[in-house]
T-cell receptor
Framework: KAGVTQTPRYLIKTRGQQVTLSCSPI?????VSWYQQTPGQGLQFLFE???????NKGNFPGRFSGRQFSNSRSEMNVSTLELGDSALYLC????????????FGPGTRLLVL | EDQVTQSPEALRLQEGESSSLNCSYT??????LFWYRQDPGKGPEFLFT???AGEEKEKERLKATLTKKESFLHITAPKPEDSATYLC???????????????FGKGTKLSVIP
């Protein structure tokens, strides 16, 4: 069974630009969650999508947004990039029920210059 | 506010030297505690899920245990390939968000020296 895939793996952008990251979940998984990982803050929850609807949201500004498609693939968008947005962005998928394990992708490393 | 604290932040062991990593949490209504392993530049890899106090799970040289306040990841006779950052995460009801949230600790970086 194929794992969670994320594209692109690496990205370099400049301040003020916007970026879109993509995540394909494990086949049969309907929930996709996004996390930001930085050395100082660790893993922080951005949001979760389930059946094309945002089900949970973390404490991030509105510049961070996402969506989910009917095939469960998800995209995350960050507008007006700031230097502090440099991080590893991880997505995780699960079948969507409470207590279910989330399985992570390899992440997208974003560097904002 | 819910908190998940992992200790120590970093641990260096000689190959074969057993030890334990700690994950303490202050949440109400714990639904599950998850352990992950993360290698540099990669996404976290799932290890264990524990649901209730007293539960234990084992996989090769790793054993995870859970009490009402904390979880331990015991590493028996570690090898250099066990070197990684170990993350724990707690799933609990977040009244502010009105939903179940998964909160991660900052991890313990384990180095096993040959």
């Amino acid at each position: 069974k194929a794992g969670v895939t994320q594209t692109p793996r690496y990205l370099i952008k400049t301040r003020g630009q916007q970026v879109t990251l993509s995540c394909s979940p494990i086949s049969g998984h309907r929930s996709v969650s996004w996390y930001q990982q930085t050395p100082g803050q660790g893993l922080q929850f951005l949001f979760e999508y389930f059946s094309e609807t945002q089900r949970n949201k973390g404490n991030f500004p509105g510049r961070f947004s996402g969506r989910q498609f009917s095939n469960s693939r998800s995209e995350m968008n960050v507008s007006t990039l700031e230097l502090g947005d440099s991080a590893l962005y991880l997505c995780a998928s699960s079948r969507g029920q409470i207590q279910e394990t989330q399985y992570f992708g390899p992440g997208t490393r974003l560097l904002v210059l | 506010e819910d908190q998940v604290t992992q200790s120590p932040e970093a641990l260096r062991l000689q190959e074969g030297e057993s030890s334990s990593l700690n994950c303490s949490y202050t949440v109400s209504g714990l639904r599950g505690l998850f352990w992950y392993r993360q290698d540099p530049g990669k996404g976290p890899e799932f290890l264990f899920t524990l649901y209730s106090a007293g539960e234990e799970k084992e996989k090769e040289r790793l054993k995870a245990t859970l009490t009402k306040k904390e979880s331990f990841l015991h590493i028996t006779a570690p090898k250099p390939e066990d070197s990684a950052t170990y993350l724990c995460a707690v799933q609990a009801w977040d009244s502010g968000a009105g939903s179940y949230q998964l909160t991660f600790g900052k991890g313990t970086k384990l180095s096993v020296i040959p």
